[in-house]
């Protein structure tokens, strides 16, 4: 038989609460590789393809459902969560194991049960391109360009425990705005007059009154439906090819961590429309012109809102030093990193000490 097989030829097994893919050849364990974006067998290298084709994409009408509640039952699906005592971050388990490093705060989990919760089927996901290997070399990259942080910061975690896989769930928003606005604009410009009988330019802004009207249109506004990661590193996450959605199957999973979302779409719509003001308000700004503007009045009317849930991927490696967590992340899809670190005073003192050195020696013989 060939090696790489067709993905409809694929069985579904339960290894406890966790679906997992049989390899169509010696029934083994199937996981997804990001290298070569397709199933790969852990025990006989058996490969089998999946589709990869873009999605067409489906929104729902973020009205409709947040009025009619008895609809998420269309969507919702039964799974197996474990909470960090630690962090509180819920995640699906690791196959076949009993404990693991959470990989938000570096605690250890123990995992002595599992609960089952009702939680919305992720639609549509965008696999992992970026493998652990390359991820690994980038954590050891990014560790060796940080000098000021303590020596020997980096070893609290095993190469092997170094990375995980993890989709984290996020809720997508569309919406068409018509925004009214009332304010100034400025327009600078140089005036010269004459003081003790010599002359002096200063600047003078002229303010003319403007109003008008913006029409923008949003299309997959991303809000993260969990707060684990932290603010700086999850609003760094920001470079997605959104328009290489996938259809979610089970299989993309295979092998990796899912992060289960712990705010629905109702309670993520707040911060998607400060995203999407804070864009109008840089529109309105271009609209009026000028040098400076002035804004009065600003007032939005949003419609056709739809939303939609999704699962992007990263790596994470989470670090304990002296009783604090950091956190290291790479895009799943670009292989960008983002990181936290400790930093070390003796090291900073000691750089402040050269500096101060080197300038004190160039007065002296300057």
């Avoid at 652990?132 to 425990?161: I, M, N, T």
């Avoid at 170094?162 to 327009?187: H, N």
């Amino acid at each position: 038989m060939d090696a790489r097989q067709d993905v409809t030829q694929l069985s579904m097994i339960k290894t406890g609460d966790t679906v997992q893919s049989k390899c169509p050849s010696c029934g083994g364990i199937l996981v997804y590789s990001p290298e070569n974006e397709l199933l790969v067998c852990r025990y006989c290298g058996t490969e089998v393809a999946l589709d990869l084709t873009p999605a067409e994409v489906e929104e729902h009408d973020f009205l409709e459902w947040s009025e009619h509640p008895e609809m998420l039952g269309r969507t919702e699906t039964l799974v197996a969560e474990v909470t960090c005592g630690q962090c509180g971050a819920q995640t699906t388990f690791p196959e076949n194991i009993t404990s693991f490093t959470c990989a938000f705060c570096g605690t250890p989990v123990v995992l002595k049960e599992s609960v089952m919760r009702r939680s919305w089927k992720p639609e549509y996901i965008l696999p992992f391109k970026v493998g652990k290997k390359q991820c690994d070399v980038s954590f050891l990259k990014w560790v060796s360009s940080r000098w000021l942080a303590p020596s020997g910061f980096s070893k609290e975690l095993s190469a092997e425990e170094r990375m995980k896989g993890m989709y984290l769930p996020y809720w997508t928003y569309d919406a068409d705005t018509v925004t009214v606005y009332k304010g100034e604009r400025g327009v600078t410009r140089q005036v010269t007059g004459r003081s003790n009988g010599k002359p002096v330019t200063h600047t003078v802004t002229d303010w003319y009154p403007v109003s008008g009207t913006v029409h923008h249109s949003f299309d997959d506004v991303l809000v993260p439906a969990s707060g684990s990661l932290p603010p700086d590193l999850s609003g760094a996450l920001v470079n997605w090819d959104k328009r290489n959605y996938v259809a979610y199957k089970e299989q993309f999973v295979q092998g990796f961590l899912t992060e289960l979302y712990q705010k629905d779409f109702k309670d993520c719509y707040p911060q998607a429309k400060k995203q999407m003001e804070s864009y109008i308000s840089a529109l309105v700004r271009s609209e009026i012109g000028g040098s400076q503007q002035r804004v009065h009045l600003q007032r939005t009317a949003y419609s056709g809102v739809k939303f939609k849930h999704v699962l992007l991927p990263v790596w994470l490696s989470a670090y304990r030093y002296k009783g604090k967590s950091y956190v290291f992340v790479v895009n799943g899809r670009t292989g960008q990193v983002f990181g936290q670190r400790p930093w070390s005073i003796p090291k900073i003192i000691l750089l402040i000490l050269v500096i101060g050195s080197v300038i004190a020696a160039l007065f002296y013989f300057s």
